[in-house]
């Protein structure tokens, strides 16, 4: 019971006073943008990472438009990924952003969508990068 309080205030702590919110522009070449929904409710989460040039992540902001434990999820996980390196960053479970928040069963799909928007992120850094690769320097 104690530590179902305790729980309870880590949910509301990020949902009352969410860390990181806002968005990267994804024109910045070091930004990588994961925009993932959750097929159980319809909510939506978008998470943009930047990177630096070591491949770590140094900033990184969310908007969420879904439910609390969404948002909380979302917020707790940018407090995570904050310095991981890419690698680091993609192995994220849903299940600790559950345990670290005490999402009950139901609503566990609610931190998976915040494993998959850092996934996402990754990808889409990853993929931008690649075609810098293959583009530069382009001959005309
Ligand atoms: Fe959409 Fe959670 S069901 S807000
Ligand atoms: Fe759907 Fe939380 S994301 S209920």
Do not use: W
Not at 15 to 41: E, F, W
Not at 78 to 99: C, D, F, P, W, Y
């Amino acid at each position: 019971p104690a530590a179902r309080r305790l729980y309870h205030k880590n949910v509301m702590d990020h949902y009352n006073n969410p860390r990181n919110v806002g968005t990267l522009p994804q024109s910045d070449p070091n930004v990588g943008i994961g925009l993932v929904g959750a097929p159980a409710c319809g909510d939506v989460m978008r998470l943009a990472i930047r990177v630096d040039e070591n491949g770590v992540i140094e900033d990184v902001k969310f908007k969420t438009f879904g439910c609390g434990s969404a948002i909380a999820s979302s917020s707790y996980v940018t407090t995570l990924v904050k310095g991981m390196t890419l690698e680091e960053a993609s192995k994220i479970k849903n299940v600790e952003i559950a345990r670290e928040l005490c999402l009950p069963p139901v609503k566990l799909h609610c931190s998976m969508l915040a494993e998959d928007a850092v996934k996402s992120a990754v990808k889409n850094y990853q993929a931008k990068r690649l075609a810098r690769q293959n583009t530069a320097p382009a001959a005309s």
